[in-house]
């Protein structure tokens, strides 16, 4: 079946600092997703990309769905506690199948 | 704004035992969803549902079964449960399996298995 191949899987950084996670396939998707999960709760959809090439930001993040459509990045600008969680990609190839394929995604770990 | 209720929240059940989890959600959504969460593993999907009246196995369909009487709620099953089955439970739905639909997840059930 399809996988994603998601890293790092886990990244410790400094308040203020700059973040840049990945995924990868071998297959071609015609939908990313990124969520986040925060501890004790559901993950939570951050951003949606839907064409090849296409970048997309929500405040202090920004992804962008990979020309190949076998990747996509997401990156967070100035770090702060509250992005602590788990962000997870997942893809979407569409048509019949009515399946999203997760990433095993990136643990964050801010320290103030 | 409920959005997807999962009940109920934590669990602690005997090998063997059966037990219901229930997913409601109040957005109208047609798809519904029921994955299991384990460390190093990501989400992976237990069974899905395009609609009420309707099932379909996932990825690990094997020891679980679901039911869609009303559109509103999806229901998983464990008939025997194992060991094997600790893990959080989240259920999601979609108005649509659409491209521009994303999943919407409930907060999750932790289920423990002695």
């Known amino acids: 079946g399809q996988q994603l191949n998601q890293s790092p899987q886990s990244m410790f950084i400094q308040e203020g600092e700059d973040v840049s996670m990945n995924c990868t396939s071998s297959?071609?998707?015609?939908?990313w997703l990124w969520y986040k999960q925060d501890p004790g709760e559901g993950p939570v959809l951050l951003i949606a990309l839907y064409k090849a090439g296409e970048l997309t930001s929500n405040g202090r993040l920004t992804a962008q769905f990979g020309i190949t459509r076998k990747d996509s990045f997401l990156n967070i600008s100035a770090s702060i506690p509250s992005d602590v969680g788990i962000y997870f990609c997942?893809?979407?190839?569409?048509?019949?199948?009515?399946?999203?394929?997760f990433g095993k995604g990136t643990l964050l770990t801010v320290n103030p | 704004n409920a959005g997807v209720t999962q009940t109920p929240k934590f669990r602690v059940l005997k090998t063997g035992q059966s037990m219901t989890l229930l997913c409601a959600q109040d957005m109208n959504h047609e798809y519904m969803y029921w994955y299991r969460q384990d460390p190093g593993m990501g989400l992976r999907l237990i069974h899905y549902s395009v609609g009420e009246g309707t099932t379909a196995k996932g990825e690990v369909p094997d020891g679980y079964n679901v039911s869609r009487l009303k559109k509103q709620n999806f229901l998983l099953g464990l008939e025997s449960a194992a060991p094997s089955q600790t893990s959080v439970y989240f259920c999601?739905?979609?108005?649509?399996?659409?491209?521009?639909?994303?999943?919407?997840f409930g907060d999750g059930t932790r289920l423990s298995i002695l």
């Open positions: 297959s071609i998707f015609n939908t």
């Open positions: 997942a893809g979407f190839s569409g048509g019949s199948n009515y399946k999203l394929t």
């Open positions: 999601a739905s979609s108005y649509a399996q659409a491209y521009n639909h994303p999943q919407h």
